[in-house]
């Protein structure tokens, strides 16, 4: 019988959404035991949180530094320290955490953003391409099978030349103009959240998912933000041009004041023979139409491409969603570190890059009067 990975957790305690999203995911197929975790710097706050998803007393650190040392040292002597950590702490602290645990040998999933900084991504990047180690960036609906089916026509060439590329993550729970309290509350603190706002929480997303599916990142970029909110220190609107090397263009808009909008992430890709439409609130659905044709619905166990078949755990029919998406994430990175082959493509440091990229392009050309800045350019 396989062994599980011993996997530990830095943030991700009571009453944190993504830390818990992160440990059922983990479990979804049974290859990873809970067995560390820094839930929280608060020493207490950090030990009820270990009790309620069964870490022993002993493995409850209030102090990363501490677990990523101790954890490696059991590792080292064969005790059982970790294999792979789980980074789910708020942005800020994400290049600090990362780097803790690459030094002690300990494979690393992420939560997205990768850093607050293009500068401390292109270091973490570098660190993790001399470690050897897994390094894994959470996004998580690159995990749906019909997102890897779509990039997976594209690299087929089935919708000929990329010529469009619209993309929208629309949300409502910021719309009334209320301040974030608990857990949840350093999404509107700069010092925590970053420079960056529905940019860096769901505009990053609609970025990447465009970019996995095409195979394309623009070159030049201009956007706007936009902060409805009284009193807001960060966007809660974006809106933003995309021009690419081969002539296509493409808008992304991200929104989190957009009345009666749950969770909309929405990709059109539009080549020079057909179109693919995915849209996240439907995800066992991806849309094809060719140029003249009729709009082809295609469904999750339907398709007959290996990186959706690979993604399936059910039969169609019988919806999968949200966790499943991300446990695919956690399914892969226990596949590499087994050193065992993957199908599709799984989001890395060199994404976390990318993404840090895109946002510092578009803080740039806010803070110039929505001009023109070239990615390329953007050296950290």
């Known amino acids: 019988m396989r062994s599980r990975l011993k996997l530990g957790m830095v943030g991700g305690g009571k009453g944190a959404f993504i830390g818990a999203v992160h440990r059922m995911a983990a479990r979804l197929d049974d290859r990873y035991e809970l067995v560390a975790g820094a839930l929280s710097s608060d020493a207490m706050r950090a030990a ?59 494979h690393v999933i992420c939560d997205k953003p990768l850093t607050t900084t293009l500068a401390d991504s292109l270091a ?5 391409r001399h470690s050897g180690l897994v390094c894994v960036l959470t996004h998580t609906y690159t995990g749906y099978p ?35 309290t608990g857990e949840g509350g350093w999404r509107e603190d700069p010092a925590q959240a970053g420079p960056a706002g529905t940019l860096g929480d769901v505009g990053i997303h609609a970025y990447q998912l465009a970019s996995y599916v095409t195979g394309c990142e623009p070159e ?45 992430l929405t990709l059109r ?44 755990r059910i039969p169609a029919g019988h919806p999968e969603g949200y966790i499943e998406a991300f446990a695919q994430l956690y399914r892969d990175a226990a596949n590499l570190i087994e050193g065992r082959q993957i199908i599709g493509r799984l989001s890395d440091f060199d994404d976390g ?13 806010h803070r110039s009067n929505t001009s023109w800045v070239s990615l390329e350019q953007l050296s950290g």
């Open 269 to 312: 890709v539009y080549g020079t023979k057909a179109q693919l439409r995915f849209e996240q609130e439907q995800p066992d659905v991806l849309w094809l139409t060719p140029q003249g044709g009729a709009a082809q619905r295609l469904t999750r166990g339907r398709v007959s491409g290996e990186a959706a078949q690979q993604a399936t």
């Open 124 to 128: 973490l990047q570098e660190l993790a």
């Open 146 to 180: 019909m997102v890897r089916h779509a990039r997976a026509l594209v690299e087929q060439g089935l919708i000929g030349e990329l010529r469009l590329v619209q993309v929208e993550y629309s949300q409502d729970w910021w719309a009334e103009g209320q301040a974030l």
């Open 220 to 264: 030049e970029i201009a956007a706007e933000l936009h902060t409805f909110g009284p009193g807001r220190q960060l966007d809660d609107h974006v809106q933003v041009m995309m021009r690419y090397a081969n002539g296509a263009r493409g808008t992304l808009w991200a929104s989190q004041v957009a009345t009666g909008c749950e969770n909309a």
């Open 353 to 365: 890059v990318m993404g840090s990229r895109f946002i510092e392009a578009v803080l740039q050309s």
């Open 48 to 106: 009820e949180g270990a009790a309620e998803v069964g870490i022993a007393p002993e493995r409850s650190y209030a102090d990363w530094r501490e677990m990523a040392r101790r954890e490696g040292d059991m590792r080292r002597a064969g005790l059982g320290g970790i294999d792979v950590v789980s980074v789910v702490t708020p942005n800020h602290l994400h290049a600090s955490v990362v780097r803790a645990f690459l030094a002690e040998g300990i």
